[in-house]
């Protein structure tokens, strides 16, 4: 735009706006992929954190990209873009996607007259899916048995030949949403990949699903046959290497506590997101002020460094840090000696 031709610069956030659009339609930034946070973008372009706000405020409400709690801001899949994204003509490359079993329910207008059928159409698996579905898609405080039996345009008492209440519910949408993800026929040797395999496969099964982990509990345990595979698989592996049942099953509820207590964050970031409004970037800039009047007294000299260079968190590099210590917390009580890792 010329200086002299009448019209008002081009805001500043518009401007911001228009290179990452670009860079998404592009494929430069492919979906599933961070964009730059609040903090990035004041530190690449310059602007205040409000002007940084605004923009990916804006790339939202385009349908460009999407808050993943503990992960940050994340470009949309293609199918949820605007006008201002290209039409697709093959599939993009897109993060690691919830397993195929899942697919088929992950509807967002159910057929409630496709759905209802006769009355012997209406069969367990159905149920547990839709109830995975709504789960996944709103969290599990949106389960309940009419919810599910409206997804599935069926009565709601129909629902009761098949499951008890809801709890019975509860049990089979996590026996089916961690069947999704069986674990290899044959372990790797040593104690320490299978360990890393089913940590892994654990910490992406929460991820695909939020509400799995605060459905869970570590002091009442449900019976989930599916869960207990991963049981039998971490204590062989300790057991073949030595350790006796006492010491393999700590390390066992330890190892399964830390990935679902780092997991508990997901639904809880998506609960506050919903009641707020403010995704956790924009709830930490309303806190930013106060923050920083609270750390210049000098009574916080660490915190106060840490602020100033900023912090990048990260659940899914917590949870690698995490995950390394507690195996090399492992690997001195087996004696094998080996020296901490570095991550």
């Known amino acids: ?15 911001i706006v228009g290179e990452l659009r670009r860079r998404i339609e592009s494929g430069e930034l492919a979906p599933g992929e961070r964009v730059p946070s609040t903090r990035e973008i004041t530190r690449q372009w310059g602007v205040a954190m409000a002007t ?7 790339l939202r409400h385009e349908g460009l990209v999407r808050a993943v709690p503990g992960v940050g801001t994340v470009v949309s899949a293609p199918e949820r873009a605007t006008a201002h994204a290209p039409a697709p003509t093959a599939p993009a490359p ?22 209802a059928g006769s009355p012997g159409g209406l069969t367990l698996s159905r149920i547990v899916a839709a109830a995975v579905t709504v789960a996944d898609a709103e969290g599990l405080t949106a389960v309940s048995m009419r919810r599910v039996a409206a997804e599935l345009g069926v009565a709601t008492m129909s629902l009761y030949r098949h499951v008890a209440d809801k709890d019975d519910l509860l049990v089979r949408m996590m026996d089916a949403a961690i069947a999704e993800r069986p674990l290899p026929a044959d ?3 040593g104690w320490r ?3 890393d395999v089913a940590a892994r496969q654990l910490w992406g099964l929460f991820r695909a699903h939020p509400w799995l982990a605060p459905a869970m509990s570590l002091t009442r345990p449900q019976l989930i046959t599916s869960a207990m595979v ?12 030595g350790l006796d049942d006492q010491s393999a099953f700590t390390a066992h509820l330890t190892l399964l506590n830390y990935i679902r207590g780092l997991a508990l964050n997901m639904e809880t970031e998506r609960e506050a997101e919903a009641q707020s409004g403010l995704d956790s970037e924009e709830w930490m800039d309303t806190q930013e002020p106060a923050l920083r009047e609270t750390l210049e007294g000098g009574r916080y000299p660490q915190l106060a460094r840490l602020s100033r260079a900023g912090y990048d968190f990260d659940l899914d590099g917590l949870f690698e840090f995490g995950l390394q210590r507690l195996l090399d917390g492992l690997a001195v009580l087996l004696d094998e000696g080996t020296p901490p890792t570095r991550a």
């Open 52 to 58: 940084a706000t605004k923009v990916l405020t804006e």
């Open 1 to 15: 735009m010329s200086v002299g031709d009448g019209r008002r610069p081009e805001p500043r956030y518009s401007r």
């Open 230 to 241: 991963y049981s039998e698989w971490v204590l062989g592996s300790l057991h073949r290497h």
């Open 193 to 195: 990949a299978p360990l």
């Open 94 to 115: 897109t993060a690691p996607a919830p397993p195929a079993p899942a697919a088929p329910v992950r509807r967002s207008t159910p057929s409630p007259a496709a759905a």
């Open 187 to 189: 372990p790797p040797p």
